[in-house]
């Protein structure tokens, strides 16, 4: 599985735990096959967002104008999560990161929403 790949179905188990109210360990397990499709940069990621989330969604906050995180779609949101968990890792360059949440804003989410994303990521 390669990383575009592993990041979708972060972002569908982010969007799932969201939703549902259910822990984002069960709704990742949910989502993947069998625990080694995770990988190491899979369990890196799963490990910021359960210690960062909160922190994630003040960054985001802070930057929405005249709006606020739970305002957005859960499918935004869990896009913005995510990336702020690979920001955290600091393992790609922060231009990767957001070329990869627009591509999954783009293919998931309504067409002019990338520009929100886009904006939002530029500003964290």
Not at 7 to 18: G, P, V
Not at 103 to 116: A, E, R
């Amino acid at each position: 599985m390669n990383r575009h790949q592993l990041r979708e179905k972060f972002m569908i188990s982010i969007y799932q735990s969201r939703l549902l109210k259910k822990d984002l360990k069960e709704t990742a397990a949910d989502n993947f096959d069998n625990v080694n499709e995770i990988e190491d940069y899979g369990k890196r990621i799963l490990s910021a967002l359960e210690a960062g989330t909160e922190r994630y969604i003040e960054y985001i906050n802070a930057v929405l104008d005249d709006w606020t995180f739970e305002r957005l779609g859960y499918l935004e949101q869990s896009i913005l999560l995510l990336a702020c968990a690979e920001f955290d890792c600091k393992e790609l360059s922060a231009q990767v990161i957001m070329d990869e949440a627009i591509n999954l804003t783009k293919n998931y989410c309504d067409d002019n929403t990338y520009k929100l994303i886009n904006g939002v990521l530029d500003r964290l």
